[in-house]
């Protein structure tokens, strides 16, 4: 669906989100001391962590709050509400310069998310803002939502990220957000988010979990291994974690030099294939090595 829209995906570069954090816009305290928790974005939540009645003080203290919690060159991004008229007050509050992405939460079609699209460019003309640099974070929270995640991950050029709501994900389906019921949603949705071009964000367990550092440390671990790039956080002690998690060890940033130099030497020999320390060393190999060192740049 992509090319049916203007296509200016390519000139906009693809952030890197180890770790975006939610914070209520209703509760200045926390807005204020947001840009401070080391987060490579922030979330100024208007969903499920603001009560009914205080969404509307929310949306109006949104320029001051994206401005707070934008300082030190975080990421800004808003939280909206899937309601069709919570959404449309949360879209003519949030449409603004400052606004880096709107995270859409139970998304379900592609259909869904050219509507709020529409929407944000309609806003933006009026406003007299860039055209489509509010990109879209989608969040998959229902299983009927895995059969459309192809056409939802590149139904518009605004699509950047996609992660599961685990929470959410578990409840629709009658379970709780354990291991054996998370692996597979997360995939797909991992698979969906890498074949389109997206940042896949997530690891598989409960985003709940705050206080065992040890366990969530591990479960960060393994999503990286697995290829996601970062993950949503809902406490500041679930920062630090990921952006060490999902940023390159130091030992993996020396394995990449090593495959990069001897790439280079291959290369005058003109071979694309080569033995280093006794392993087969082959394009693949080598794209990994230069995609550690990308990171570790970006770091």
Known sequence: MRDSVPAVESAMSVPRWRSLLFVPAHVPRFVEAAHERG???????LEDSVPQDHKGEARKQLPESVAKVGRKGKSVLVRV?????????????????GVDALVLPK????????????AVSELERERKLPLERIRFLAQIEAPDALQRLAAIASAHPRMVAMALGPED??????????????????????????????LPLGFIGSIGEFSDTHKLREAA???????FAGALAIHPTQVAIFNEAFSPSAQEVEWARDVVAAENDAATRGLSAFSMNGKMVDPPVVRRAHEILALASNG
């Open 107 to 118: 998304t379900d079609s592609a259909e869904w998310v050219l509507e709020i699209a529409n």
């Open 39 to 45: 987060a490579d974005g922030v979330i100024l939540d």
């Open 169 to 198: 994900f578990s409840a629709a389906v009658g379970g709780s957000p354990q291991f054996d019921l998370l692996l597979t949603p997360n995939l797909s949705v991992l698979f969906a988010a890498r074949a389109a071009g997206l």
């Open 221 to 227: 671990a393994h999503a990286r291994r697995l290829g």
């Open 81 to 97: 509400n899937r309601g069709l008229r919570a959404l449309a007050a949360d879209l003519d509050a949030a449409v603004m310069a």
